[in-house]
């Protein structure tokens, strides 16, 4: 799914008053870490996640990996926090999050 920079930039206005739901500490990116957000993903459909330490390089790739991993879109990397976005596979109806059409 490609989303416009419109549709992009909702996401992200929803996202600003989301709290983090998934916290990634030292150990970096793990197995269960990934298992954690596919969950999130499929019970919130757009997430919050907080990395902890300060390298930036570090956090871009996370943010490129957990997109990769869980087929999500990325919509946001601002400072520690990253922000996520994968529809829900179910009927259209139960969609928790509506993206305007263009």
Do not use: C, W
Request: aromatic share 2%; no cysteine; hydrophobic share 45%.
């Amino acid at each position: 799914m490609k989303l416009s920079t419109k549709q992009i930039a909702h996401l992200r206005g929803l996202a600003h008053s989301l709290n983090p739901v998934v916290m990634i500490g030292n150990n970096g990116l793990t197995e269960n870490v990934i298992k954690e957000i596919e969950l999130n993903l499929n019970a919130h459909e757009l997430i919050k996640v907080q990395v902890a330490g300060d390298n930036r390089n570090a956090r871009k790739a996370m943010f490129d990996e957990i997109s990769q991993k869980t087929n999500a879109i990325a919509v946001h990397h601002i400072g520690k926090q990253l922000v996520f976005y994968r529809a829900s596979s179910t009927i259209k109806e139960s969609a928790k999050v509506i993206i305007p059409k263009l």
